[in-house]
């Protein structure tokens, strides 16, 4: 399979806990974003990176939160002292660089927040 | 910034039917438009893509249409079946205070194709 892969799947943690998440871009992407989707709303970009540098966070991305593309390849997404309200799908999704508009997306990590 | 309305939330028909969904945009900067179809408990998929330099793009039994002077664009699925049923959305690509292309979303249709 060479699409979009997250882990894990779905992680439950308790509030002021921190989570770590993971995401494998397609091998041949160089850009990779992550988006936070709620129940019944569309996804919400957060941040974005071409190949290790991030080049852009949306405001909805607090102190709590850091995101991290080592080598321009993986990326990690950090939730720290999480809190109810960060109770989400947390999506990756990448595209190329040259014309790379198209984003694909990858299964998603759903956290839930006790 | 971009803001996407997207219309109707939800969308019930009968097998072999059609479906349109509607999106708005308020940026005319905008240039991309996608659509992605999104099944319980999954990631969104991308299902057609539409530029600003064309007008229509057909994929089988999918077309989108885009009006750039109303800034708006439409999704059609003709023949509908139920593996169809799932939540489609649209979305825009923002050129907004230099932007790199983050996507926004509309909030999503509902669709349910009745056997």
């Known amino acids: 399979d060479t699409g979009v892969s997250q882990n894990p799947r779905h992680k439950i943690t308790k509030r002021g806990q921190n989570v770590t998440f993971r995401c494998d871009p397609i091998?041949?992407?160089?850009?990779l974003y992550w988006y936070r989707q709620t129940l019944g709303q569309g996804p919400e970009f957060l941040t974005y990176?071409?190949?290790?540098?991030?080049?852009?966070k949306s405001r909805l991305l607090s102190d709590r939160f850091s995101a991290e593309r080592p080598k321009g390849s993986f990326s990690t997404l950090e939730i720290q002292r999480t809190e109810q309200g960060d109770s989400a799908m947390y999506l990756c999704?990448?595209?190329?660089?040259?014309?790379?508009?198209?984003?694909?997306f990858g299964p998603g990590t759903r956290l839930t927040v006790l | 910034g971009e803001n996407v309305e997207q219309h109707p939330s939800t969308l019930s028909v009968q097998e072999g039917d059609s479906a349109v969904i509607k999106c708005t945009y308020s940026?005319?900067?905008?240039?991309?438009f996608p659509w992605y179809k999104q099944e319980l408990g999954k990631g969104p998929q991308l299902i057609i893509d539409?530029?600003?330099?064309?007008g229509e793009k057909k994929d089988q039994r999918i077309a989108v249409t885009l009006n750039k002077t109303a800034k708006h664009f439409s999704l059609h699925i003709t023949e509908t079946q139920p593996e169809d049923s799932a939540v489609y959305f649209c979305?825009?690509?923002?050129?907004?205070?230099?932007?790199?292309?983050?996507?926004?979303f509309g909030k999503g249709t509902k669709l349910s194709v009745k056997p």
């Open positions: 999704a990448s595209s190329r660089r040259t014309g790379g508009y198209e984003q694909f």
């Open positions: 091998s041949e992407h160089n850009r």
């Open positions: 990176f071409q190949n290790e540098a991030q080049l852009e």
């Open positions: 940026d005319s900067a905008s240039n991309y």
């Open positions: 539409i530029r600003s330099n064309v």
């Open positions: 979305a825009a690509l923002s050129n907004y205070g230099g932007s790199q292309g983050n996507l926004i």
